[in-house]
């Protein structure tokens, strides 16, 4: 999706005042407050209205870890095996059944508080606003050139259709508006129930249909209009939310009948039929290829089927949105905020060289964790010994180490004080300036890249029992990093449709780890565990053999100097002839090295404290409770809209337990 037009912006109801993101789409802005029938008869202040309605739904979309329309923060992504922490919602000792409970309001509140004439950023102010230009571009907007409105109108179904997509992946079924309706405490014609979730899809995949009827495969002038929403993209979403559909949080028939994976799966294959004739597919053929996509800058990226365009200027005359990842993920040593652990349970998950699941029987030692691993894994995590250049310095070879002294005294080499041997790198940008230490990154966002895709329609053909199909999917994304074809490029032999969807599910694990992706994956199998609330189906732990996450927990380590030392680094001079780098030519042999190095001088130990603690040395186990996949709507607004059901699980406005169910 865009942010960067620099002329024209002026937006109805514009929450915030300020410009945008790049030099070429949302760069001066101004709060009208108010429009009036002028705001549909000049394609200027049509284009404004538009690029401002994209400035509010994306404005706080700044790194690939948020997640959620218009709200987008790393709430859900701090849920997973991914990041540690406890969490509320992870947390054992907590308990939320009542939404008016303010320690989960960042989650139970996006449902957004009572429509008014005040200026606010919600989804239904947002869909307000949309149906606002879909009510009246054609009439008091007639003069305007046809395809122009066309376009506008494609532009305005697909906002509409992923705010609703959203609002249903956090409540289930929600009322549906898609006109503009005045507020009263009186009309009974607007006092909308929850529809069922499948009446939000159909009018979300009816909206889609539209923009994919009305939008074109590429905007013709890309140098204003790249990273509009396309004819390709409105289909992509179709295909994510007929998945999110048919998977079994809202599916209890999943494992029964094909009729939603079907059409999931019909959605799936048009849109890659449709991006691969307007020139999109797999960026590159080489792991080296897929760490540099991330990096493209305000450009065309074949994989990028919708992208959040940043800037890597500062704020002056206008304000700019940069991108935070890169400073967070940056070591102490670089410039950046100390760098993004990763828990154990990330390193051990990827793939060997060939494919396979790293285990000891193929060849994989959690020591030499770096040894003979998936080239992703290269390109994802960085580790002491490994190369992570930035703009001013092209070569550094970063340490992460500590060594204790005689009196357990501990010392962290160069300032490097992590809880594990190996931080997160991915969609980082080697040519990133530390001159203002990362902190006008403009690395762009892919929200949805062509790699995912290809991994929904793999699944769609996994729940169909159609094994071979779904190997030859996941096959594109591992060849396309270099993972060889033998024994179905690592897979091996699945047996059944379920060891096809473990399979898929773990592919979207590594090829989309640290892109927001992997809680909705986790809520939509309700993959924690096999507990249910009343009345909801849940079995799909068993059924795919895979462990539920509920009762583990993200751990940490220190690489640790072995010996006892003094306060002088002990390795600050042998360590200099160590450097791996993946696109060396000699790359398995600095690997080997690099073990030789660790074996002589390192072991692993455990934290002083867990990653996942009570605030002190104990650790909490993950339990994320059942009523939490969906949340119930808010006190606030059952009191204001008393006709509406509260979702099961959770207490109603009278204290009773909800009856609203989402799963059909």
């Not at 957004?112 to 919600?122: A, F, I, M, P, R």
């Not at 949340?631 to 099961?648: H, K």
Request: aromatic letters at 12%; a neutral charge.
């Amino acid at each position: 999706m865009k942010t960067n037009i620099n002329k024209y912006i002026g937006l109805v109801l514009l929450l915030i005042v300020g410009a945008s993101c790049s030099d070429n789409f949302l760069e001066e802005k101004k709060n009208y407050g108010e429009y009036d029938d002028t705001f549909y008869q000049t394609p200027e202040r049509v284009t404004a209205y538009v690029n401002g309605l994209y400035y509010r739904y994306f404005y706080t979309l700044t790194s690939a870890q948020v997640t959620m329309t218009g709200a987008y923060t790393t709430d859900r992504s701090r849920l997973t095996e991914e990041i540690g922490g406890v969490q509320s919602l992870t947390n054992p000792t907590l308990n939320f059944d009542d939404p008016s409970n303010t320690s989960v309001l960042g989650f139970t509140g996006y449902y957004g508080t009572k429509l008014s004439d005040k200026v606010k950023n919600e989804p239904y102010d947002r869909i307000r606003d949309c149906n606002s230009m879909l009510e009246n571009i054609d009439s008091k907007g007639a003069n305007l050139d046809q395809t122009f409105r066309d376009q506008v109108k494609g532009q305005m179904y697909y906002l509409r259709a992923i705010q609703y997509f959203d609002l249903m992946r956090v409540y289930g079924g929600v009322p549906i508006v898609t006109t503009v309706e005045n507020a009263s405490a009186t009309d009974l014609s607007i006092r909308h129930p929850r529809g069922t979730v499948g009446e939000v899809v159909a009018q979300i995949v009816k909206d889609l249909d539209m923009a994919a009827s009305l939008l074109p495969g590429k905007w013709p002038n890309a140098a204003t209009d790249y990273g509009r929403f396309t004819k390709g993209a409105a289909l992509a979403q179709k295909s994510r939310v007929l998945l999110t559909y048919a998977s079994p949080l809202f599916n209890k028939n999943w494992d029964t009948a094909t009729d939603r994976w079907d059409e999931a799966l019909k959605a799936g294959l048009a849109a890659e039929t449709q991006l691969t004739a307007d020139g999109y597919g797999l960026y590159g053929s080489s792991a080296k290829d897929w760490e540099a996509m991330f990096a493209i800058d305000n450009a065309f990226c074949k994989e990028a089927i919708t992208v959040q365009l940043l800037t890597n200027s500062a704020s002056g005359a206008v304000i700019n949105i940069n991108n935070p990842w890169e400073k967070s993920i940056r070591l102490a040593s670089q410039g950046g905020n100390g760098s993004l652990s990763a828990p154990k349970e990330m390193i051990d998950l990827f793939p060997m060289a060939n494919g396979s699941k790293p285990t000891v029987a193929n060849g994989y030692d959690e020591f030499l964790f770096f040894k003979n691993r998936d080239p992703r894994f290269y390109r994802t995590f960085s580790f002491s010994g490994n190369k992570w250049g930035y703009k001013e310095n092209v070569k550094p070879v970063i340490w992460t180490y500590r060594w204790l002294d005689a009196a357990n005294k501990a010392y962290y080499t160069d300032g490097n004080q992590v809880s594990s041997p190996a931080v997160v790198r991915k969609m980082s940008n080697t040519t990133a300036s530390n001159a203002t230490n990362f902190q006008y990154s403009g690395t762009d966002v892919f929200e949805y890249r062509y790699a995912e895709l290809l991994l929904n329609i793999a699944e769609c053909y996994a729940a169909k029992g159609d094994v071979a199909n779904t190997v030859a999917y996941i096959g594109k994304v591992r060849n396309r990093v270099g993972i060889p074809a033998a024994n179905n490029y690592g897979l091996g032999t699945l047996a059944d449709k379920y060891a096809a969807l473990a399979a898929c599910l773990y592919e979207r694990r590594i090829e989309l780890a640290y892109e927001g992706k992997r809680f909705w994956d986790v809520q939509r199998w309700m993959l924690y565990s096999d507990d249910a609330v009343s009345g909801i189906v849940n079995n799909t732990c068993a059924k795919l053999g895979l462990p539920p996450i509920n009762g583990t927990q993200r751990t940490g380590n220190y690489l640790q100097y072995k010996n006892v030392a003094t306060a002088t680094d002990p390795l600050a001079t042998s360590r200099a002839a160590i450097s791996v780098d993946p696109d060396a030519a000699d790359f398995a042999t600095q690997i080997t090295a690099l073990a030789n190095f660790y074996t002589a001088n390192f072991v692993i130990k455990s934290l002083d404290k867990p990653i996942d603690n009570d605030g002190t040395t104990t650790a909490l186990p993950i339990l994320f409770r059942p009523n939490y996949y969906i949340f119930g709507l808010q006190t606030s607004v059952l009191t204001q809209n008393t006709w509406l059901l509260q979702t099961v699980g959770w207490k109603d406005r009278s204290g009773a337990l909800g009856t609203y169910n989402y799963q059909d």
